[in-house]
């Protein structure tokens, strides 16, 4: 995304996770963040071309992933 991870697209992954159970994390550069905490998504302070480690823990956490995967491959919907 040439934006980064910024507020548009922290609030498209809140809104694809809503379904799912599962906690899911991201992390970069050594910070991690509960990918449904705007704060904390926009913490990461992730510019364009850095690198997210994404993990989730749950009843559904592979779902989860699979959908936060497929967002990304969409640019953030964006």
């Not at 910024?6 to 991201?26: D, E, G, N, Q, Y």
């Not at 926009?42 to 989730?56: H, I, M, V, Y």
Request: charged letters at 20%; a negative charge; glycine letters at 8%.
């Amino acid at each position: 995304n040439p934006l980064g991870l910024h507020v548009r697209s922290a609030a498209a992954i809140l809104k694809t996770l809503t379904p799912f159970r599962s906690r899911v994390t991201l992390a970069a550069g050594g910070v991690e963040a509960d990918a449904r905490s705007m704060l904390q998504l926009l913490e990461l302070s992730a510019s364009q071309g850095t690198l997210l480690a994404a993990e989730a823990e749950g009843p559904d956490a592979e779902a989860a992933l699979a959908a936060l995967g497929a967002l990304v491959a969409r640019n953030f919907d964006e």
